[in-house]
């Protein structure tokens, strides 16, 4: 990535890699917060969650794109119409930065931005985060809030609706047998 650009342009900020991932590693660990550089992005680590920051430099200016991952089995169990709802109500209770997309297996949220220098990444990149995490945040309760809406389902019996299908069959054939005879 890095590399296509010309040595000159190395010299800036906005065209160096390793300043802007340096930048944003001192900025993580002055807060306190776990992260570390693998396969050219910065894996950080917030109450257990981890997140992924990766920058692009391919365009005129460069880019930050900050996600989060999500893949359990608790969300796996939830209908199509549960997870697309829970995207949809975090996409549009506030206003965020971050998207949050459903998908079969897991859900996602992504926020990126553009910068042009040091300062500017830094303030747009702790804008961005606190967004992504509260986004995140919001998307577990929604999540929770669902997992907890289908476990009371299973729960809940309809009145009249306990017999199983393999005894009602039974029934059907010994009553076809009864009157045979």
Request: hydrophobic share 40%.
């Amino acid at each position: 990535m890095n590399k296509a650009v010309p040595f000159w342009k190395k010299m800036f900020f906005k065209n160096n890699v390793n300043k802007i991932h340096q930048t944003i590693m001192d900025y993580l660990k002055e807060e306190g917060i776990e992260a570390e550089l693998a396969d050219g992005m910065i894996i950080v680590t917030l109450n257990e969650l981890h997140y992924g920051i990766h920058f692009d430099l391919e365009n005129d200016y460069p880019k930050c794109d900050i996600g989060f991952r999500l893949k359990s089995e608790d969300y796996e169990t939830l209908e199509l119409s549960q997870k697309t709802f829970i995207a949809d109500k975090v996409n549009t209770d506030e206003e965020h930065f971050s998207m949050v997309r459903a998908y079969k297996d897991s859900i996602e949220v992504e926020a990126s931005f553009f910068f042009s220098d040091k300062d500017m990444l830094l303030s747009l990149f702790y804008h961005y985060f606190c967004d992504i995490k509260n986004t995140v945040d919001e998307m577990y309760a929604c999540l929770a809030a669902k997992v907890e809406e289908n476990e009371e389902m299973k729960k809940r019996r309809p009145i009249g609706f306990t017999a199983s299908i393999t005894t009602k069959k039974v029934e059907e054939e010994k009553g076809m047998v009864a009157c045979k005879e």
